[in-house]
């Protein structure tokens, strides 16, 4: 995902701007508080992009994905929900509440059915959530790979997975992760690359070959 965003103070004294010369100059945005924004306002900052994060109290646009990106996110929820439990639920580009400051949007979030409120929900609580998944971003390869795990298993999400595509042939490859509940930190527990077929979080059988990838 795209850059972090910076704003700059608007003077006390500065004329209010016509709305087309708004538009021409692009949006103004509030100063940051001085502790940085926290999760709430995600939901209240008026005209955010779609799909912004929140690290560290800072907010992080989305830049236009790759095909790879958003194919890859039906191929997987497509087979995560084929076998899914009754008591579990797949998601995909929610923000995940891990703390007042940080508020990540997992590509894809596997969640607890009583977690899920409505149809005007708009977070979920990382208590809530038993999967978190990533399919990494030339733009956001930093967070995708070190960022957001480290944040994602200090708040106690179990599961992990690293989703990317291979420079030599574009192939899908997961890497799946499972959370030492000692060192809060993940642990790898098998790289795939043609079949994701794995017992945790679930009994889990997913295609991930190119030509899955390419038929949908």
């Known amino acids: 995902m795209g850059g972090t965003m910076t704003a700059e103070p608007i003077a006390a004294h500065e004329p209010e701007r016509e709305p087309e010369r708004e538009r021409e100059q692009g949006c103004r945005w509030p100063v940051p508080p001085q502790d940085g924004y926290t999760v ?18 800072s907010l992080v646009f989305v830049s236009p994905q790759r095909d790879f990106h958003s194919t890859m996110i039906d191929l997987l929820v497509t087979g995560l929900r084929r076998t899914v439990p009754k008591a579990l639920r797949v998601r995909r580009e929610m923000t995940v509440e891990l703390d007042p400051r940080n508020g990540p949007e997992p590509d894809i979030s596997l ?6 409120t409505g149809m005007e929900q708009t977070r979920f609580a990382a208590t809530d959530v ?21 944040k994602y298993a200090a708040a106690g999400i179990p599961n992990f997975w ?10 899908p490859v997961v890497r799946v992760y499972e ?27 997913v295609d991930i070959s190119v030509k899955a990838l390419k038929e949908l």
């Open 40 to 57: 709430n306002d995600l939901f209240t900052l008026p005209d955010l992009p779609p799909h912004t994060e929140l690290i560290d109290g």
């Open 162 to 171: 690293l989703v990317e595509m291979t420079d030599a042939n574009q192939h």
């Open 130 to 150: 038993l999967l978190a998944v990533e399919v990494v971003s030339p733009d956001s390869e930093a967070r995708d790979r070190d960022t957001k795990p480290r």
């Open 179 to 205: 959370l030492d509940p000692v060192s809060k930190t993940y642990v790898i527990t098998g790289i795939h690359h043609d079949q994701l077929k794995i017992a945790v979080p679930y009994d889990i059988d």
């Open 111 to 116: 969640v607890h059915t009583e977690a899920v």
